[in-house]
Protein backbone atom coordinates (compact mmCIF):
# COMPACT_ATOMS: atom_id res chain seq x y z
CA UNK A 1 0.00 0.00 0.00
CA UNK A 2 1.27 3.49 -1.03
CA UNK A 3 1.29 5.68 1.58
CA UNK A 4 2.90 9.55 2.74
CA UNK A 5 2.91 10.35 6.41
CA UNK A 6 4.30 13.76 7.28
CA UNK A 7 5.66 15.11 10.66
CA UNK A 8 4.77 17.02 12.56
CA UNK A 9 0.73 17.83 12.27
CA UNK A 10 1.32 20.89 13.96
CA UNK A 11 3.99 23.52 13.88
CA UNK A 12 4.00 26.62 15.73
CA UNK A 13 7.48 29.43 14.84
CA UNK A 14 8.44 32.93 15.72
CA UNK A 15 9.25 34.92 12.92
CA UNK A 16 12.50 34.60 11.70
CA UNK A 17 12.69 31.00 12.46
CA UNK A 18 13.96 28.14 10.07
CA UNK A 19 11.42 25.57 9.35
CA UNK A 20 11.76 22.11 8.53
CA UNK A 21 8.86 19.74 7.58
CA UNK A 22 9.28 16.38 6.97
CA UNK A 23 8.25 13.56 4.91
CA UNK A 24 8.39 9.72 4.23
CA UNK A 25 6.94 7.91 1.92
CA UNK A 26 6.52 3.99 1.85
CA UNK A 27 7.42 2.55 -2.30
CA UNK A 28 9.03 3.98 -4.43
CA UNK A 29 7.32 7.45 -6.15
CA UNK A 30 8.22 8.89 -10.18
CA UNK A 31 7.58 12.75 -8.35
CA UNK A 32 7.49 14.13 -5.04
CA UNK A 33 4.94 17.32 -4.61
CA UNK A 34 4.64 20.40 -1.95
CA UNK A 35 1.52 21.86 -1.79
CA UNK A 36 0.47 24.80 0.50
CA UNK A 37 -2.88 25.28 1.61
CA UNK A 38 -4.38 28.48 2.35
CA UNK A 39 -6.17 29.12 5.37
CA UNK A 40 -9.42 29.75 2.81
CA UNK A 41 -8.49 26.21 1.53
CA UNK A 42 -6.95 27.11 -2.03
CA UNK A 43 -3.84 25.14 -2.74
CA UNK A 44 -0.88 25.86 -4.87
CA UNK A 45 2.09 23.92 -5.83
CA UNK A 46 5.35 24.28 -4.36
CA UNK A 47 7.99 21.75 -5.58
CA UNK A 48 7.81 18.52 -7.62
CA UNK A 49 10.98 16.94 -7.76
CA UNK A 50 12.58 13.45 -8.42
CA UNK A 51 15.64 14.10 -6.68
CA UNK A 52 18.11 16.59 -5.22
CA UNK A 53 16.96 19.92 -4.14
CA UNK A 54 14.64 22.42 -5.56
CA UNK A 55 14.87 26.35 -4.13
CA UNK A 56 12.25 28.73 -5.01
CA UNK A 57 12.81 32.35 -2.78
CA UNK A 58 12.95 31.11 1.09
CA UNK A 59 11.82 27.52 0.35
CA UNK A 60 14.18 24.78 0.04
CA UNK A 61 12.56 21.05 -0.79
CA UNK A 62 15.08 18.28 -0.74
CA UNK A 63 14.24 14.54 -1.25
CA UNK A 64 16.65 11.55 -0.54
CA UNK A 65 15.79 8.22 -2.89
CA UNK A 66 17.26 5.83 -0.89
CA UNK A 67 16.09 6.99 2.19
CA UNK A 68 12.22 7.43 0.75
CA UNK A 69 12.33 10.75 2.23
CA UNK A 70 11.70 14.47 1.57
CA UNK A 71 12.00 17.55 3.41
CA UNK A 72 10.74 21.09 2.95
CA UNK A 73 12.63 24.01 4.49
CA UNK A 74 11.58 27.95 5.04
CA UNK A 75 14.41 30.27 5.63
CA UNK A 76 13.59 33.81 8.21
CA UNK A 77 9.92 32.57 8.12
CA UNK A 78 7.29 35.31 8.33
CA UNK A 79 3.20 35.12 9.44
CA UNK A 80 2.81 35.18 5.68
CA UNK A 81 3.90 31.69 5.55
CA UNK A 82 1.29 30.36 8.72
CA UNK A 83 -0.47 27.69 6.01
CA UNK A 84 -0.67 23.96 5.97
CA UNK A 85 2.04 22.53 3.76
CA UNK A 86 1.17 19.18 2.14
CA UNK A 87 3.57 16.58 1.11
CA UNK A 88 1.83 14.27 -1.37
CA UNK A 89 3.39 11.22 -4.06
CA UNK A 90 3.34 10.64 -6.98
CA UNK A 91 2.41 7.12 -8.67
CA UNK A 92 0.51 5.51 -11.17
CA UNK A 93 2.64 6.91 -14.12
CA UNK A 94 1.40 9.23 -16.42
CA UNK A 95 -2.25 9.36 -14.75
CA UNK A 96 0.14 11.51 -12.16
CA UNK A 97 -2.10 10.60 -9.38
CA UNK A 98 -1.09 11.45 -6.07
CA UNK A 99 -1.15 10.17 -2.74
CA UNK A 100 -1.44 12.87 0.46
CA UNK A 101 0.31 13.45 3.82
CA UNK A 102 -2.63 14.58 6.10
CA UNK A 103 -0.02 17.94 6.22
CA UNK A 104 1.31 20.18 8.41
CA UNK A 105 -0.21 23.31 10.15
CA UNK A 106 2.41 25.70 10.45
CA UNK A 107 2.17 29.05 12.34
CA UNK A 108 4.35 31.43 12.16
CA UNK A 109 4.14 34.21 15.22
CA UNK A 110 5.26 37.25 15.03
CA UNK B 1 -2.09 31.51 -19.80
CA UNK B 2 -3.67 28.65 -18.42
CA UNK B 3 -6.42 28.64 -15.71
CA UNK B 4 -8.79 26.71 -13.90
CA UNK B 5 -12.65 27.47 -12.75
CA UNK B 6 -14.45 25.61 -10.10
CA UNK B 7 -17.66 26.53 -8.66
CA UNK B 8 -19.54 27.00 -6.48
CA UNK B 9 -17.29 28.15 -3.88
CA UNK B 10 -19.37 27.33 -1.18
CA UNK B 11 -22.80 24.71 -0.97
CA UNK B 12 -25.10 23.70 1.92
CA UNK B 13 -27.16 20.65 0.73
CA UNK B 14 -29.77 19.06 2.30
CA UNK B 15 -29.27 14.94 3.24
CA UNK B 16 -30.71 12.90 0.02
CA UNK B 17 -30.72 16.16 -2.43
CA UNK B 18 -28.63 15.74 -5.72
CA UNK B 19 -25.16 17.41 -6.74
CA UNK B 20 -23.26 18.76 -9.86
CA UNK B 21 -20.14 20.22 -9.22
CA UNK B 22 -18.31 21.93 -12.50
CA UNK B 23 -14.55 22.77 -13.43
CA UNK B 24 -13.29 23.94 -16.39
CA UNK B 25 -10.11 24.64 -17.61
CA UNK B 26 -8.50 27.16 -20.50
CA UNK B 27 -5.47 27.26 -22.29
CA UNK B 28 -4.24 23.65 -22.34
CA UNK B 29 -5.76 20.73 -24.54
CA UNK B 30 -6.08 17.00 -23.66
CA UNK B 31 -5.07 17.85 -19.77
CA UNK B 32 -5.43 14.99 -16.94
CA UNK B 33 -8.30 16.26 -14.84
CA UNK B 34 -8.62 15.28 -11.17
CA UNK B 35 -11.35 15.27 -8.49
CA UNK B 36 -10.20 15.47 -4.52
CA UNK B 37 -11.98 15.45 -1.41
CA UNK B 38 -10.80 16.83 1.70
CA UNK B 39 -13.00 15.52 4.68
CA UNK B 40 -12.52 16.99 8.26
CA UNK B 41 -9.78 16.28 10.52
CA UNK B 42 -8.39 13.78 6.98
CA UNK B 43 -5.71 14.26 4.18
CA UNK B 44 -6.68 15.40 0.13
CA UNK B 45 -8.01 11.61 -1.22
CA UNK B 46 -8.21 11.55 -4.96
CA UNK B 47 -11.68 10.34 -6.13
CA UNK B 48 -11.40 10.04 -9.94
CA UNK B 49 -9.02 10.88 -12.65
CA UNK B 50 -9.47 11.06 -16.66
CA UNK B 51 -7.35 11.44 -18.52
CA UNK B 52 -9.67 11.62 -21.96
CA UNK B 53 -12.78 12.21 -22.84
CA UNK B 54 -15.51 9.79 -21.61
CA UNK B 55 -12.74 8.07 -19.51
CA UNK B 56 -13.15 8.00 -15.88
CA UNK B 57 -11.18 6.15 -13.42
CA UNK B 58 -12.42 6.18 -9.55
CA UNK B 59 -10.46 5.16 -6.66
CA UNK B 60 -12.59 4.93 -3.87
CA UNK B 61 -15.97 3.21 -3.84
CA UNK B 62 -18.91 5.77 -3.38
CA UNK B 63 -22.09 7.58 -3.96
CA UNK B 64 -19.96 9.95 -6.01
CA UNK B 65 -19.86 9.93 -10.02
CA UNK B 66 -17.25 12.23 -12.71
CA UNK B 67 -17.96 12.66 -16.09
CA UNK B 68 -16.21 14.32 -18.67
CA UNK B 69 -18.43 15.31 -21.22
CA UNK B 70 -15.61 17.98 -23.00
CA UNK B 71 -11.85 17.72 -22.80
CA UNK B 72 -11.56 20.70 -20.61
CA UNK B 73 -14.70 20.15 -18.42
CA UNK B 74 -15.07 17.69 -15.38
CA UNK B 75 -18.34 16.99 -13.82
CA UNK B 76 -18.83 15.40 -9.75
CA UNK B 77 -22.21 14.16 -9.03
CA UNK B 78 -24.51 12.71 -7.03
CA UNK B 79 -28.06 11.63 -6.93
CA UNK B 80 -28.37 11.63 -3.54
CA UNK B 81 -26.07 13.19 -0.95
CA UNK B 82 -25.00 11.51 2.43
CA UNK B 83 -23.90 13.52 5.63
CA UNK B 84 -20.66 11.77 4.98
CA UNK B 85 -20.09 13.56 1.96
CA UNK B 86 -19.72 16.84 3.39
CA UNK B 87 -16.02 18.16 2.54
CA UNK B 88 -14.03 20.22 0.39
CA UNK B 89 -13.70 19.27 -2.90
CA UNK B 90 -10.87 20.22 -5.66
CA UNK B 91 -10.53 19.73 -9.29
CA UNK B 92 -6.86 20.09 -10.56
CA UNK B 93 -5.24 19.52 -13.87
CA UNK B 94 -2.00 18.46 -15.32
CA UNK B 95 -0.22 17.32 -18.27
CA UNK B 96 2.35 14.77 -18.46
CA UNK B 97 4.84 15.26 -15.84
CA UNK B 98 4.18 19.20 -14.86
CA UNK B 99 2.73 19.67 -11.47
CA UNK B 100 -1.08 19.61 -10.97
CA UNK B 101 -3.16 22.89 -10.97
CA UNK B 102 -5.81 23.12 -8.54
CA UNK B 103 -8.82 25.14 -8.57
CA UNK B 104 -10.16 26.78 -5.64
CA UNK B 105 -12.53 24.71 -4.29
CA UNK B 106 -15.52 23.48 -3.15
CA UNK B 107 -16.77 23.77 0.31
CA UNK B 108 -20.05 21.49 0.71
CA UNK B 109 -21.94 20.76 3.69
CA UNK B 110 -24.50 18.42 4.43
CA UNK B 111 -27.90 19.43 6.53
Known amino acids: KNEVEQSPQNLTAQEGEFITINCSYSVGISALHWLQQHPGGGIVSLFMLSSGKKKHGRLIATINIQEKHSSLHITASHPRDSAVYIC????????????FGKGTKLSVKP | SQTIHQWPATLVQPVGSPLSLECTVE??????LYWYRQAAGRGLQLLFYSVGIGQISSEVPQNLSASRPQDRQFILSSKKLLLSDSGFYLCAWSTSNQPQHFGDGTRLSIL
Open chain 2, 27 to 32: GTSNPN
Open chain 1, 88 to 99: AGEYGGSQGNLI
